[in-house]
C-alpha cells in the first residue's frame, strides 16, 4: 500500500487543506458563470463559418 501523501509532505498538508476547503465553501465559483446563450462566444471556428 503507498504511502499517504501526508506522510511525505514536511507541513501538515491535511490541515491546510481543510483549512482552504472551509474558506471556499459557500464561496461562489468565478469560473462558473453561466452566460445567456446569445452571448456566448462560439467553441469552434467551424460553427462559426456555418451559421453566418
Known amino acids: 500500500m503507498p504511502k499517504r501523501i501526508t506522510e511525505t509532505v514536511?507541513?501538515?498538508?491535511?490541515k491546510?487543506?481543510?483549512k482552504l476547503a472551509r474558506e471556499r465553501v459557500g464561496a461562489p465559483k468565478q469560473e462558473k458563470i453561466i452566460?445567456?446563450?446569445?452571448?456566448?462566444r462560439?467553441?469552434?471556428?467551424?460553427?462559426?463559418?456555418?451559421?453566418?
Open 10 to 14: 514536511p507541513y501538515d498538508a491535511a
Open 16 to 18: 491546510a487543506v481543510r
Open 35 to 40: 452566460e445567456p446563450k446569445n452571448r456566448r
Open 42 to 52: 462560439p467553441k469552434h471556428k467551424k460553427a462559426e463559418e456555418e451559421s453566418a
